[in-house]
């Protein structure tokens, strides 16, 4: 089992950057997949991109791919997020999520673990 803590959030002006962390319990956390959602009031939530295990092999949303770099510090047990050219559209509460399943994991039920989320506000 893992347990997720998501911080970095904040409100930032259109155009500007913000990186999320997403630190993890457990000694177990290179055996996960890791994910980062988002969800928008009124809206579902969606996927913004994932990481694989060994660093190698990441993936993104069509909506943040070229502004979201996804990473992973396995010897801190921590997932980022590098959000730049932030739009207000990108305005939400962001997720990080841990899956033990193999292959691009882009549906919430994917995953088993979830984070509490921070908010990210983008103003116009």
């Known amino acids: 089992q893992v347990q997720l803590v998501e911080s970095g959030g904040g409100l930032v002006q259109a155009g500007g950057s913000l990186r999320l962390s997403c630190a993890a319990s457990?000694?177990?956390?290179?055996?996960?997949?890791m994910g980062w959602f988002r969800q928008a009031p009124g809206k579902e939530r969606e996927f913004v991109g994932r990481?694989?295990?060994?660093?190698?092999?990441?993936y993104y949303a069509d909506s943040v791919k070229g502004r979201f770099t996804i990473s992973r510090d396995n010897a801190k047990n921590t997932v980022y997020l590098q959000m730049k050219a932030l739009k207000p559209e990108d305005t939400a509460v962001y997720y990080c999520?841990?899956?033990?399943?193999?292959?691009?994991?882009?549906?919430?039920?994917?995953?088993?673990?979830w984070g509490q989320g921070t908010q990210v506000t983008v103003s116009s």
């Open positions: 990481i694989s295990r060994s660093i190698t092999f990441t």
């Open positions: 999520a841990a899956t033990l399943r193999v292959g691009v994991t882009t549906r919430t039920d994917e995953y088993d673990y």
């Open positions: 457990g000694r177990t956390f290179s055996s996960y997949v």
